[in-house]
């Protein structure tokens, strides 16, 4: 809900009618876990940085306000480029109340560092999806030299001078190892990160700051090795595309029992997804860019646990929990990475899934229909599962809370009515007034 003018309460909702087969091309937007640590990390970059592939989300806009508060000058190049000039840029000065509405903003902390030796920079927010501690980012930053404290609800770090040191993640911390390379990049010697997250949006993050004059080595293995440097340049760099997107469209096509061909991809990064998606009865079939998923047979059950990757990605449990309710017979699906992940299950209830949730297993009686009803999408990918769910249900869906799921979709609406899906975003004012509504 949102103000939207003296004593009116605004409420946006996706609305579906369902049980429609999606069929046609999609067109899939830069990766959002790419994009973010990558235009952060730009703060790093003493010159003009032009960014290409953008997904048009809030996450992006968010990103770019918090760079702009830091005096960086952003220019929209077209609607999927900006130009980041981080010549002017003060660190220390990200507004606190930009910070902790995202949970890719302690990337500034890195980037800080890296460029000025000091950081202050507001404890991030983002989607509660369970615990998602900092401690082994602090840890790489006291390895690299730096001083570290939280107070106030601030991270304050700082250093006469990084050095470059050898670090061994307790943990595979996929936000731990974009920020330690990150401050690393401009420390004095070589810096081995051990234990290093492998996701495809750490290699892109590695390449655009090689494109910038950085010297990065092993990206997307389990040891990188960052040889620092004193200065970086601008660079022109496209961001990689966004396989939790294309897994999403993947989910719902074979939800629908349609068919889609989901256009500006990489296939072997959807290679895990693809995998499930196969052993439950669906056809994939690999182009150089592009998946043609088809979903016309019955869906089978599998056991899917979540997992590093290029292990099956925690970002598409809640997506494939939608699938499961409709294949027949019972899977587990077991998450390993975040301990509030299975929120979305309650809603799915709602629509007539069957679902025990013990521990860090949810148990899903698959092979019945869903029933449209009223939902909320609660987190980024519990809505886009709210979506998936809504598509394959028959009758309206209503889902509200819908500003998490802008968050990390561009244009999904759009995207998704022309392939056939019947939904729409409404915006409903209401003429509660604000002492009423409180």
């Given at each position: 809900?949102?103000?939207?003018?003296?004593?009116?309460?605004?409420?946006?909702?996706?609305?579906?009618?369902?049980?429609?087969p999606l069929r046609g091309t999609i067109e899939v937007s830069g990766a959002k876990n790419a994009a973010l640590p990558i235009l952060l990390a730009a703060l790093m970059v003493d010159d003009k940085c032009?960014?290409?592939?953008?997904?048009?989300?809030?996450?992006?806009?968010?990103?770019?306000?918090?760079?702009?508060?830091?005096?960086?000058?952003?220019?929209?190049?077209?609607?999927?480029?900006?130009?980041?000039?981080?010549?002017?840029?003060?660190?220390?000065?990200?507004?606190?109340?930009?910070?902790?509405?995202?949970?890719?903003?302690?990337?500034?902390?890195?980037?800080?560092?890296?460029?000025?030796?000091?950081?202050?920079?507001?404890?991030?927010?983002?989607?509660?999806?369970?615990?998602?501690?900092?401690?082994?980012?602090?840890?790489?930053?006291?390895?690299?030299?730096?001083?570290?404290s939280v107070e106030g609800g601030y991270v304050k770090a700082s250093a006469d001078e990084l050095s470059g040191a050898s670090i061994y993640f307790d943990n595979v911390t996929v936000g731990g190892t974009?920020?330690?390379?990150?401050?690393?990049?401009?420390?004095?010697?070589?810096?081995?990160?051990?234990?290093?997250?492998?996701?495809?949006?750490?290699?892109?993050?590695?390449?655009?700051?090689?494109?910038?004059?950085?010297?990065?080595?092993?990206?997307?293995?389990?040891?990188?090795?960052?040889?620092?440097?004193?200065?970086?340049?601008?660079?022109?760099?496209?961001?990689?595309?966004?396989?939790?997107?294309?897994?999403?469209?993947?989910?719902?096509?074979?939800?629908?029992?349609?068919?889609?061909?989901?256009?500006?991809?990489?296939?072997?990064?959807?290679?895990?997804?693809?995998?499930?998606?196969?052993?439950?009865?669906?056809?994939?079939?690999?182009?150089?860019?592009?998946?043609?998923?088809?979903g016309n047979g019955e869906l089978r059950r599998v056991n899917i646990k979540t997992l590093p990757y290029p292990g099956f990605p925690t970002d598409m449990n809640p997506q494939i929990g939608v699938l499961?309710?409709?294949?027949?017979?019972?899977?587990?699906?077991?998450?390993?990475?975040?301990?509030?992940?299975?929120?979305?299950?309650?809603?799915?209830?709602?629509?007539?899934?069957?679902?025990?949730?013990?521990?860090?297993?949810?148990?899903?009686?698959?092979?019945?229909?869903?029933?449209?009803?009223?939902?909320?999408?609660?987190?980024?990918?519990?809505?886009?599962?709210?979506?998936?769910?809504?598509?394959?249900?028959?009758?309206?869906?209503?889902?509200?809370?819908?500003?998490?799921?802008?968050?990390?979709?561009?244009?999904?609406?759009?995207?998704?009515?022309?392939?056939?899906?019947?939904?729409?975003?409404?915006?409903?004012?209401?003429?509660?007034?604000?002492?009423?509504?409180?």
């Open positions: 809900m949102s103000d939207g003018g003296y004593g009116t309460i605004v409420m946006e909702k996706i609305i579906i009618n369902g049980a429609k032009v960014i290409e592939n953008v997904p048009c989300i809030s996450d992006v806009t968010l990103s770019l306000e918090i760079l702009s508060s830091m005096g960086c000058r952003i220019r929209m190049l077209t609607k999927n480029t900006v130009e980041i000039d981080s010549r002017f840029a003060t660190g220390g000065v990200s507004p606190y109340d930009l910070v902790r509405r995202m949970r890719g903003s302690y990337y500034l902390i890195g980037a800080e560092l890296g460029r000025w030796g000091r950081a202050y920079v507001g404890l991030p927010g983002g989607c509660d999806i369970g615990i998602r501690p900092i401690d082994q980012h602090i840890k790489g930053f006291r390895a690299l030299g730096a001083e570290i974009i920020n330690v390379m990150i401050a690393a990049t401009r420390a004095k010697g070589t810096t081995v990160i051990e234990n290093a997250a492998r996701e495809p949006h750490i290699v892109d993050l590695a390449n655009f700051l090689n494109s910038c004059g950085a010297k990065i080595t092993g990206a997307g293995t389990d040891v990188i090795k960052i040889k620092g440097v004193d200065k970086l340049y601008g660079s022109t760099y496209a961001i990689i595309p966004d396989m939790i997107e294309a897994g999403t469209y993947m989910c719902a096509a074979a939800a629908t029992r349609g068919r889609l061909r989901v256009n500006n991809v990489i296939p072997k990064h959807l290679e895990s997804i693809s995998a499930k998606l196969e052993e439950m009865g669906v056809e994939i079939i690999e182009n150089d860019d592009s998946v043609e998923v088809c499961l309710c409709l294949a027949k017979g019972v899977s587990c699906l077991t998450e390993s990475i975040y301990d509030n992940r299975f929120k979305y299950v309650e809603e799915l209830k709602r629509m007539g899934a069957s679902i025990t949730v013990d521990g860090s297993t949810a148990i899903i009686e698959g092979g019945g229909m869903l029933s449209a009803a009223p939902v909320k999408a609660l987190d980024l990918r519990a809505g886009a599962a709210m979506i998936i769910a809504g598509l394959a249900a028959k009758g309206r869906t209503e889902i509200e809370d819908i500003h998490f799921i802008e968050r990390g979709y561009d244009d999904i609406v759009g995207k998704l009515r022309s392939v056939g899906a019947d939904i729409k975003k409404v915006i409903i004012p209401s003429a509660v007034s604000f002492e009423k509504a409180n």
